[in-house]
């Protein structure tokens, strides 16, 4: 059955119409990467949004040494907004992406059994269930990235914690690293370069690809040619070093490093809450049951 539920995530996720959303969903018995996919193919829908990344609260923060040569994100998840502003809850995920840099833990599990290092007396994780005592909210330490190189390792943290850049570059400065870790925070990259794109994800775009040009009314051999021209496209915006930099569009971020004689080794992105679905608060039926 297609819900009207159903057909309003469908809508977020891809920007289609009501009506193609619940066609397409009816054609695919309510299977929403399918509907997508069929909405693609149809020119439709140009891409899948990233819209299914709901928010969630707490936030993201990164830690880089003095010598910028190790640096952290992480990612630590609350319940309300107003916890992720709360003093000490921000000061306990500075302290973790310190901990996480100097301390090297090989997963979130390593990281909860190691002594805190604020406070050698306690491990990390009751340090956490302190907080979530005190805090009086369920408090997640969800993810994060541990960078170590011989060049440079820059952060950045966008809209007070929302987004968080971590990238490892070598033979630049502080002053690159951060134009591409901002470059990255904007154009949202999935992977540095072509050779970094799964087999599988560029096959996917391929077919979809085809056959949009195939329903423009293209004979097959001519479909073909279309999507070797329009896969260009695809890479400029999942790879970081094929985007436009977004301070000079008439240069791409290859060109730019090409005249810093630099290279960007590996980057991470954390945007906070992004794949957590979010429960949805309906403070009226909440009541309602009470009085039940």
């Known amino acids: 059955m297609v819900t009207a ?42 891409a899948a949004k990233k819209s299914d990344r709901i928010a969630a609260e707490g936030v993201v ?16 998840n609350s319940e309300t907004d107003f916890v992720g502003k709360n003093n000490e809850f921000r000061e306990f995920v500075d302290d973790i992406a310190e901990q996480i840099a100097k301390q090297n833990p090989k997963d979130i599990e390593e990281l ?15 340090v956490l269930t302190g907080k979530i005592a005190t805090i009086g909210e369920n408090l997640t330490i969800r993810r994060f990235e541990r960078f170590e190189t011989k060049g440079i390792v820059e952060k ?8 968080g850049v971590l990238v490892d570059l070598e ?50 051999e001519i479909a073909e040619k279309m999507v070797q021209g329009r896969i260009g496209k695809f890479y400029a915006e999942i ?4 985007q436009s ?7 791409t971020i290859a060109k730019l490093l090409e005249e810093k004689n630099a290279k960007v080794l590996k980057f991470a992105r954390f945007e906070k809450g992004e794949g957590i679905e ?10 309602m049951n009470q009085l039940k």
């Not at 695919?28 to 909405?39: F, S, V």
């Not at 909860?112 to 009751?126: A, G, W």
């Not at 950045?156 to 987004?163: E, M, P, R, V």
């Open 245 to 251: 930099f977004v301070k000079n569009p008439d240069t």
């Open 156 to 163: 950045y943290i966008h809209g007070d914690g929302k987004i």
């Open 278 to 287: 979010k429960k949805e608060e309906n403070f009226a039926e909440e009541v």
């Open 171 to 220: 033979n630049g400065n502080s002053e690159l690293a951060k134009d591409i870790c901002m470059q990255i925070a904007a154009a949202r990259p999935e992977y540095l370069d072509r050779n970094a794109v799964p087999s599988e994800r560029l096959e996917k775009e391929m077919e979809i690809l085809k056959v949009q040009a195939m329903n423009e009314g293209k004979p097959a």
């Open 61 to 76: 923060t990164a830690y880089v040494t003095e010598d910028g040569k190790i640096g952290s994100l992480v990612e630590v």
């Open 112 to 126: 909860l059994t190691q002594k805190f290092i604020k406070d050698n007396s306690k491990t990390v994780q009751e």
């Open 5 to 46: 539920a159903i057909v309003k995530e469908l809508r977020e996720k891809t920007g289609a119409g009501m009506m193609d959303c619940k066609k397409v969903l009816t054609e695919t018995d309510g299977d929403i990467e399918k509907a997508i996919e069929l909405l693609r193919e149809r020119g439709i829908a140009k």
């Open 239 to 242: 790879c970081l070093v094929e």
